[in-house]
């Protein structure tokens, strides 16, 4: 919200020095994100009057002038504008003038002839027609106003000010109006407010708005108030200098008197205002109703906006004529030939303004006021002061009466008034007329055990918002630093924390970097990692307002988001990356969502299949979890059907890993073979088991290794299973170190070496007892896989 401090000064008395100034808004509650001094970027330029004009000696366009600049003596300018006579009060740009743009204006000479100066026109004030309807678009700006020689043309043309730009919470809607600033630099600074409810003089003539146009509002849901005005006997013309000098300052483009005036009660009292055509409403009346199927409208920007029957229009009977909220229509604009004009004051439900400005894609200065929630009460004040501006510049006669059409409560309400409970909360200790003095100064009344709400203050709801409010104007600077009683908050990691920074520590030992990727993803995702028409992952929750397709669902899979960064280091030409994510996947559960974290591991251009294999296994070692059995996987269709596979502990399945399917990894641009893992943290929680002390060993190992050939097919977990079942108590590991595949293996078969650890606790194996073992177990291998020892 920008305010002008020129303008402000009408309202509220507050120190001329800005720094003091915004400190002390900020202070109560009303930041200041910053301000600008309009006007700085003029210097050294004043107004000067033509007193001579001869032609330059040397030019048959140029003209000598000479000009009294409020000197000691007139100065000499050459010039060659056609539109300068003598007489004509212009700006003069003296000797080191600066002007918007950083230009900087010098004495000298033009074809010979000396210029001590130079005359302005409006573009190079930085100024446009709209500021001045009555300069010249390509000419010296011939001023009008009342001046005179060697006056600073900033104060002229009222271009000093102070603009202040206030960041505002949500729920102060009252201050999006410099009437709501006002309020508050009153009360900051323990000024009076200079403001009285703007009154219209009834004329008695007999002549009453009923006549010029009745209002009907089918929809009293979206708009709880409205309130209209007639004017007659319009004369459209300029604003004065005052009020176009304050819109500019503001930000807003003058346009007309009536227009302007409409404009300056949105930015005076933060009601968003519209004037119709009177003559360009059929029928005489307004009808406040919902858009019909199919129907449109020509807004003021002269765009066609198509409508739907969730949109709200002010109609005449027959067709819309505005947005309600939003914009008005192209067929009932002022012109300059309107002679009665119908003001439009009135309130409508944010959310319906809001997703209406959205559909169109038309977002207004009214629109992002109404979608902040105004207070029905200020429709009315508006209007009047509406018509209170149009007596004051005299562009037409009121007409006596307003209609009113109002559904909502606008009476001010009551907030119990605990000041016990107010001290409580802000840890003072204010006596209760001390309490009441400072609601007072935001016109608040404390009336025994209540406190009347003026009913512009929307957002004072209970006796919290009563504290804030007290907090905010005493000071909170002033109020005292208390130790905060109750008993000490124990804080402690939870299990699943702990389990997570665990894993963090076994990942990153593993040579594995930490990403973080959004949760929200493209369902177009699922096709590109080849998830089935009917895998339930498919059935992912989606957000109502995404910020657009590529983050329109909760994702179900984390293999996606890592492929994305796989595929991010790929593109960035890195050689070889290891990733990993403690990433949290949606499942849809009844109302509510199923949410899990899954460790997730990726990698490429450093190691296979083995090594993500023994990682995993680094992995569950770390976690205690020692009975574990792999399990070839071909139904997981991201993963390469011959190298994938599940890891469970007993009958928990603990997860997935293997080598990403080529046509998956293409699909993200990785053109190498890249690996992943998806390990369920709960599953891991569940199997994990304590770490048990374990006294270092006495007694030495003994190794055996066997290369054994079986079937192409066979699986080396479920030999290393037949091998431990029929190993004996002495046997502590199995760990395959070798697949060979060549001469002096048969075709269809392969030889997997393996490496057996023997060892007792209390006392030394000799080879008479590890050669048994190995005899068993060769034995039942043949008897139960037909797995041989190679020769």
């Known amino acids: 919200m920008k305010v002008s401090l020129n303008w402000l000064k009408d309202y509220a008395s507050f120190p001329a020095d800005i720094h003091d100034y915004t400190e002390g808004m900020t202070m109560s509650g009303t930041k200041v994100e910053g301000w600008e001094a309009l006007g700085e970027d003029i210097e050294n330029v004043v107004v000067g009057k033509v007193l001579s004009m001869e032609r330059h000696p040397d030019s048959d366009h140029l003209w000598v002038c000479s000009v009294d600049a409020g000197g000691e003596r007139p100065l000499q300018i050459v010039t060659g504008a056609q539109n300068v006579r003598v007489g004509d009060l212009v700006p003069v740009c003296l000797d080191g003038a600066k002007l918007p743009g950083g230009k900087t204006i010098k004495t000298g000479k033009l074809r010979g002839v000396l210029s001590e ?86 004329k008695n003539d007999g002549d009453d708005v009923t006549g010029y146009v009745s209002v009907k509002v089918e929809n009293s849901v979206l708009c709880p ?104 229509g192209e067929n009932s604009e002022i012109n300059d030939n309107t002679a009665t004009v119908i003001f439009e004051s009135a309130n409508f439900n944010r959310e319906n303004i809001r997703f209406t400005s959205r559909a169109v894609g038309l977002r207004t200065d009214s629109s992002k006021r109404f979608e902040k929630g105004l207070p029905p009460y200020n429709a009315l004040p508006a209007i009047n002061r509406a018509c209170q501006l149009v007596e004051e510049l005299g562009c037409g006669e009121v007409v006596d009466g307003v209609i009113d059409v109002c559904s909502a409560d606008i009476a001010p309400y009551k907030v119990d008034f605990k000041p016990q409970r107010i001290n409580q909360i802000l840890g003072t200790s204010l006596c209760d007329a001390e309490i009441a003095d400072i609601l007072s100064l935001i016109e608040f009344k404390v009336e025994g055990d209540k406190v009347t709400v003026p009913a512009y203050r929307t957002d004072i709801v209970n006796t919290a918002d009563l504290a804030e409010e007290v907090g905010r104007l005493y000071g909170v600077d002033k109020i005292e630093g208390t130790r905060f009683e109750g008993r000490a908050a124990e804080g402690h990691i939870t299990p699943g924390k702990q389990l997570c920074n665990l894993l963090d520590e076994y990942c990153t030992g593993l040579g594995y970097s930490e990403i973080y990727t959004y949760s929200f993803i493209s369902p177009l995702w699922f096709d590109k990692i080849r998830l089935s028409g009917d895998d339930a992952r498919r059935d992912a929750i989606k957000i109502r307002n995404p910020l ?205 070496a393996f490496r057996l650890t023997f060892r007792l606790p209390d006392k030394t194996l000799s080879d008479e007892d590890v050669d048994k073992a190995i005899s068993k177990i060769l034995k039942k291998l043949g008897e139960e896989a037909g797995i041989a020892l190679r020769s």
């Open 117 to 202: 100066g130079m005359l302005c026109s409006i573009s190079e004030l930085g100024l446009t027609l709209h500021d001045f309807p009555y300069a010249v678009e390509d000419g010296i700006f011939i001023l009008k106003e009342d001046c005179k020689p060697g006056d600073d043309i900033r104060d002229v043309l009222m271009l000093r000010d102070i603009l202040v730009d206030f960041e505002l919470t949500f729920n102060r809607p009252d201050c999006l109006a410099l009437l709501g600033i006002a309020r508050e630099t009153a009360a900051t600074f323990r000024t009076a407010l200079k403001y009285e409810e703007p009154v219209v003089a009834p």
């Open 548 to 752: 657009g397709d590529e983050t329109s669902i909760m994702r179900t899979t984390a293999l996606p988001s890592m492929l994305s960064c796989i595929s991010l280091n790929y593109s960035r030409h890195n050689l070889s990356a290891k990733l990993f994510e403690t990433a949290t996947v949606f499942r849809k559960s009844g109302e509510m969502s199923d949410e899990r974290k899954i460790l997730c591991l990726g990698s490429y251009g450093s190691g296979d299949f083995f090594d993500i294999k023994g990682d995993i296994e680094a992995i569950l070692d770390g976690l205690g979890i020692k009975e574990r059995a792999f399990v070839r996987c071909t139904d997981e269709h991201s993963y390469h059907p011959g190298r994938c596979a599940k890891v469970f502990c007993g009958n928990v399945l603990l997860g997935v890993f293997g080598q990403v399917h080529p046509l998956a990894a293409r699909e993200f641009g990785i053109e190498c073979e890249c690996f992943a893992a998806e390990l369920e943290l709960d599953a891991l929680s569940v199997c994990r088991a304590e770490p048990q002390y374990a006294p270092i060993p006495v007694f030495p190992a003994s190794e055996r290794d066997l290369a054994l050939v079986m079937d192409e097919d066979a699986e080396a977990g479920a030999v290393c299973d037949i091998i431990k079942k029929y190993g004996g108590k002495a046997l502590v590991s199995v760990n395959v170190f070798d697949v060979y595949r060549g001469k002096g293996v048969e075709d269809g078969k392969k030889s997997v």
């Open 225 to 328: 108030r409205y309130t209209a005005r007639a004017v007659k006997n319009v004369k459209i013309g300029p604003s004065p200098l005052w009020m176009r000098a304050r819109l500019r300052a503001c930000g807003v483009r003058p346009i007309n008197n009536i227009v302007d005036i409409t404009n300056y009660v949105m930015l005076e009292y933060g009601q968003p205002m519209h004037a119709f055509d009177h003559e360009f409403i059929k029928s005489k009346s307004i009808v406040v109703r919902n858009a019909r199927e199919g129907e449109s409208i020509i807004t003021l920007d002269s765009a066609e906006r198509k409508l739907d029957p969730s949109m709200l229009v002010i109609a005449d009977g027959e067709r819309a004529i505005a947005l309600a909220g939003v914009m008005g």
